[in-house]
């Protein structure tokens, strides 16, 4: 056990997956090159949006990554508190787990993915969708699509619900408070007039993210 990290609870209590999850949560010896592959893309990403002086879709980017590490740091949480199972789990194949239900995989790939977001939305904010504002729209389009990503890998058995009311059956749940949430932030960020508050925005973010990830990792032990 010594270069795994498990949390303390009644193994009797914990479901199967989690404890495999435990297993695999920042242990060594997993690393797969293609990570690097993974990560020179996001830092490719980024470096053609700064040769494009393109901050709004950075720091847009930016805000969507830090509101998934917020996400992820109270679903590991959840597991901590409860004792069963965190919101979500992954288990499978990973160069590095990070949280519970984080990968670097998972993190590279939300990295990037507010940036497409925000180059996806349209000049003219006053667009509509079917009806809709058009950022409302392209945000509800892709969070479904994103939920619709995670159904699939939960029956692939590497991605693990384990709530009635967080799970197959309540997936518009899962549709509001796992991504919706996300794209809503990335874009009220790409849209704000002043640089200041974009800045405001991405700062308190990572504050707390970086807080909340020192007290309740390496201070208390909880995640």
Known sequence: ???C?????VLSAVAPFTRQAEHLLR????FNWSTVTLLALVVYV??????????SAILAGLAFWLMDWFNEIANALVLHFNGHAALWTVTGASSFVILIGLTVEISLFFAIN?????????????????GLPNRWAIALALSLISV????????LGV????????????????????YLTFYVVAFV???????????????????LDLSAGLIFGPLLGWI
């Open 1 to 3: 056990m010594g270069s």
């Open 5 to 9: 990290v498990i949390l303390p609870r």
């Open 27 to 30: 242990a060594p010896g997993h």
């Open 46 to 55: 980024y470096a053609v949006e700064i040769e494009r002086t393109n901050w």
């Open 114 to 130: 507010g940036v497409i977001f925000a180059k996806l939305l349209p000049t003219d904010r006053r667009l509509r969708i079917l």
């Open 148 to 155: 619709g990503v995670e159904l699939l890998l939960h029956a």
């Open 159 to 178: 991605f693990h619900w384990y709530y009635w009311w967080w799970n197959v059956a309540s997936f518009p749940v899962i549709v509001v408070f796992g």
């Open 189 to 207: 960020v790409y849209d704000a007039r002043r640089r200041s508050a974009q800045l405001a925005v991405v700062g308190s973010l990572a504050t």
